[in-house]
């Protein structure tokens, strides 16, 4: 089974147009009140000497644009990419303007510059978060040059060190930078990771659809199974009635013929649909088969291997046959025959507190690089000594490992990736099973059937 396709799954662009207006008019309001309270308590308790009418002005612009954005757009209006660049732009420059009139970098609040890139590191683009890093830099640079000299009513100057004072500016142009990275890239790991499990979401559901789909189709086949032994009975005595009648005769044959066919269509769907719904429980074997069996007509030798442990008993356990475990064994049986040169092996064993399958395969392996990221979403997991995917025209991003992970951890399995033998090492003594090895071990509770012996006890009716 392919890896499903993310041409559903949302873009960092699409996300961008997630952030609401009032989110941010919210931030706005809040820094207006911290901004009205420092000039307050800056000029009654500590007495400094501020442009109060500048330094108002600036704070009467943002409250004017916050009113503005208010009752002109509704409530619920969401910001696309570059309004939210534009509203930071504008928080960047108010903010600069007020620092600028109050000390410059010589006011401890300039370290508030990094607040409006911090915010659009973490919800918009890499492009847009770097507009406003660079324009914060500008600004910081700006202002340790430019300023209002911050003085108390008595006239005292109050400067920092020039050491201090670039310290300073050097703290915040690393800050900027580094929260910018940090906050983008943080945000860009945790969407990849949301995108990822809304594919492993998507792939359960549609595993689960189909089985729920066969049960329906069996259910269809027997009950449409009378009503067209019927059709076919009523059309037999009409054909020995209408002998001398060969036209009307005709009619009901075909009328039979397309009622056998019917027939035989309910019964391949029926027969299809009663595995989903009446075998709940399988023998391992038969599990591991039906993950394998969409990919043995792909080329690749398959081998099979059951191997009880020395001291289990012999007895093949019953599996439950859940969809998560099916899907998660086929997307890794699909990973090794994707690879392989020419064979990929399946050992299924089991021992009395666990049971586990072991997936290896010929083929080039997982490169030494990637095998601790294995299982991380929108990764090219394997490649050959070129560093090229021999899977000519294939657009691995990693997501058939992750959701085979994803979807087999929550079974209760623990995953092990593993090479056979070095992939750097020469190709004189290479053994036959030299790919990759996929190891998924359950606890023996976890999966097999409580109830797998026989049909279960007679149970007594009451009225």
Not at 323 to 344: C, K, M, S, T, W
């Amino acid at each position: 089974m392919a890896e499903p396709s993310t041409a559903g799954i949302l873009d960092q662009q699409t996300r961008s147009q997630w952030i609401r207006l009032r989110t941010l008019t919210g931030l706005r309001w809040v820094a207006i009140t911290g901004q009205i309270a420092a000039i307050i308590v800056a000029q009654t308790w500590f007495g400094l000497d501020l442009p109060i009418g500048l330094s108002l002005l600036a704070v009467a612009a943002a409250i004017i644009a916050n009113l503005g954005a208010v009752f002109v757009f509704p409530e619920n209006k969401r910001l696309s990419e570059p309004q939210a660049t534009l509203m930071l732009l504008f928080d960047l420059a108010q903010l600069a303007f007020l620092i600028f009139l109050t000390g410059g970098l010589h006011n401890p609040f300039a370290l508030l510059m990094l607040a409006p890139v911090t915010v659009g590191a973490s919800a918009l683009r890499l492009r847009s978060t770097l507009i406003l890093a660079i324009s914060a830099g500008t600004l910081l640079t700006g202002l340790a040059f430019f300023r209002v000299p911050l003085v108390t009513v008595s006239g005292t100057l109050l400067e920092l060190p020039p050491i201090f004072e670039f310290g300073f500016w050097l703290a915040n142009i690393v800050g900027v930078a580094f929260l910018a990275v940090y906050s983008n890239r943080v945000m860009s790991e945790i969407n990849s990771m949301s995108d990822a499990l809304l594919a492993a979401q998507m792939a359960l559901a549609r595993e689960q659809k189909l089985t729920d789909l066969g049960g329906v189709v069996a259910a269809a086949a027997h009950e449409l199974g009378t009503p067209l032994a019927t059709i076919k009975l009523v059309s037999a005595e009409l054909m020995e009635d209408l002998a001398d009648r060969p036209e009307q005769r005709q009619d009901a044959a075909l009328i039979r013929d397309q009622a056998d066919r019917c027939r035989d269509i309910l019964r391949s769907m029926g027969r299809a649909g009663k595995n989903d719904l009446q075998v709940q429980v399988v023998p391992l074997a038969d599990l591991v088969g039906e993950a394998a069996e969409p990919h043995q007509a792909r080329g690749k030798v398959i081998h099979f291997q059951l191997s009880p442990g020395r001291h289990s008993a012999p007895r093949e356990p019953l599996i439950q046959r859940r969809p998560e475990i099916i899907h998660g064994l086929r997307n890794l049986i699909q990973n090794a025959v994707d690879f392989a040169r020419a064979n990929v092996w399946i050992e299924a064993f089991w021992s009395d507190d666990r049971i586990g399958v072991r997936i290896m395969d010929d083929g080039p392996g997982f490169s030494p690089q990637m095998l601790s990221r294995i299982g991380d979403p929108f990764i090219r997991s394997r490649r050959d000594g070129t560093g090229r995917d021999p899977r000519a025209g294939y657009e691995g991003m990693g997501l058939g490992l992750f959701i085979a992970k994803t979807l087999l951890e929550r079974s209760g399995a623990e995953l092990s990736f593993a090479n056979g033998v070095d992939p750097n090492a020469g190709a004189g003594a290479r053994p036959e099973r030299c790919g990759a090895v996929v190891e998924v071990i359950w606890p023996r509770g976890a999966i097999v059937s409580d109830s797998g012996a026989g049909l279960g006890e007679n149970r007594q009716f009451t009225s």
